[in-house]
C-alpha cells in the first residue's frame, strides 16, 4: 500500500509482560506457592502484551500503515511499554495515552516447563480506560477501527455495556469500518458473571466483523452448554459444523456483519450477513468494491508448521484477517492470509516477530505451502482445491448445498 498514513487504528488493551524463566522443572505449583521459599529463577523476558501490542504490531508487519491507542501509566512500567514499542518504530508509540498518577497493566506469566502456565494479571489503566479516551477528530483518513479484549478492560462490561456500545456507535458514525476482538472472562470476576448476550446485543449492530475465538463465544452466549462440554475434555475437539452454524446464526442475528470464530489449530471459521447494506463496511475497508461477502459460510484450515509457541497466534490471525480486508480480497483469500499469518507466529515463541510483511506471506501461500486437513465438519461441506478452504452447506455460493 503506498499510503503511509494510518489505515487502520488498534485500541484497547495493552500491558507489560514479565515472563521469568525457570531453569528446573517443578512436579506442581505448590512447590511455588510455599510461603518463605526462594525460588531461583533465570533471566525474564519483557514484552508488550495485549490487543493494542499483538495485533497492531502485526499489523505494522504486514506493512499496514497502523496507529496503536491504549493507556499506560506514568510508571516505569509505562515507559517500558513505550520503550518497546519505539523500537519497532518509533512512531508506534506516538498515539499511546498516559494517565498519570495510575498504574500501567502488567501481567507475570509463571511458565515452569511441563506444566500449564499461570498469569498474575494486573489490569491497570485498561480498567478506566473509555470512548472518550479516543481522539476522534484526529483519525481522519483511517479506514478501519479494532478493539480488543473489552472482558478484561472494566468500563466496557460494567452498566451493561453501555461504554461499549457508545464506541462503536461513535466509530461508526465516523464512518470506519469497525472490527471488534474479545478475552475469555475470568468466571471467578465480574466479567465471568455478567450478561455478555446483553451486552453483544448492544454493540454488535455497530460491529462490522466480530472475531472472537470459538470458546469466548460460547462462554458468552451459552454458558450451560460451555460448561458441560468443557467437562467432557477439550472444547474444540468437540466443535462440529452444527455448533458454529449455530453460534454463527445467533451472533450475525444480534448484528454483527461478519463473523469469524478462532478455532485454535482447527482454523477459522467465517460467516456473513446477507445484508448487501452491513455488508458496504467492507467495500469502506477496501476504498473499492469487494466481491462475494453476500451470504458466505467457509472454513480455513492452518497451514502446516513447526510450532515454536502459540502466544499471539490468535491476534497474528486476525492481523491478517483485517490486511486482507484492507487490500480489498474475496473471503477465501482474506481466511488464508488469516491462518497464514497465524502460522507464521507459531514458528517463533514470542507474539509478533515471526509475522512477516506482506508480499513475503503471499509468496509462501503460493508456492504450495501446505494445509492441515480440513477434517470432518459434518454433511453438506465441500473442499475448494483453488483456496484450500471448505465451503459450508450456507454458503451462499450454493457450493456446499
Known sequence: MPNDSPLAVVAGHICLDIIPAFARRLDNLAKLLVPGSLIEVGPAVISTGGAVSNTGLALHRLGIPTRLLGRVGDDLFGEAILQLLRRHAPSLADGMLIARGEPSSYTVVISIPGLDRMFLHCPGVNDTFSAADVPWDELTGIRLFHFGYPPIMRRFYTEG????????????????????????????????????????????????????????????????????????????????????????????????????????????????????????????????????????????????????????????????????????????????????????????????????????????????????????????????????VAFGPRDGRGVGT
Open 161 to 388: 455495556g453501555a461504554e461499549l456500545e457508545v464506541l462503536f456507535r461513535t466509530a461508526r458514525q465516523r464512518g470506519l469500518t469497525t472490527s471488534l476482538d474479545m478475552a475469555m472472562p475470568d468466571p471467578a470476576c465480574a466479567s465471568g458473571r455478567v450478561d455478555w448476550h446483553s451486552i453483544l446485543a448492544r454493540a454488535l449492530p455497530h460491529v462490522d466483523v466480530f472475531l472472537p475465538s470459538l470458546e469466548e463465544t460460547l462462554y458468552m452466549l451459552d454458558r450451560e452448554r460451555f460448561e458441560r462440554l468443557s467437562a467432557r475434555g477439550e472444547l474444540l475437539t468437540q466443535c462440529d459444523g452444527a455448533l458454529l452454524s449455530d453460534l454463527s446464526t445467533r451472533l450475525l442475528a444480534l448484528g454483527a456483519a461478519v463473523v469469524g470464530l478462532k478455532l485454535g489449530e482447527r482454523g477459522l471459521y467465517v460467516r456473513t450477513t446477507e445484508d448487501d447494506q452491513r455488508l458496504g463496511a467492507l467495500e469502506r475497508a477496501a476504498g473499492r468494491p469487494v466481491p462475494d461477502w453476500r451470504g458466505r459460510e467457509l472454513l480455513s484450515p492452518c497451514f502446516e508448521v513447526e510450532v515454536a509457541g502459540t502466544t499471539g497466534c490468535g491476534d497474528s490471525t486476525i492481523a491478517g484477517f483485517l490486511a486482507g480486508l484492507l487490500h480489498g480480497l474475496p473471503p477465501e483469500e482474506v481466511m488464508t492470509a488469516a491462518v497464514g499469518a497465524g502460522a507464521c507466529c507459531a514458528e517463533r515463541p514470542d507474539a509478533v516477530s515471526g509475522v512477516p510483511a506482506w508480499q513475503r506471506l503471499q509468496a509462501r501461500i503460493h508456492d504450495g505451502w501446505r494445509k492441515r486437513p480440513v477434517g470432518a465438519w459434518g454433511t453438506g461441506w465441500q473442499w475448494d482445491p483453488t483456496y484450500r
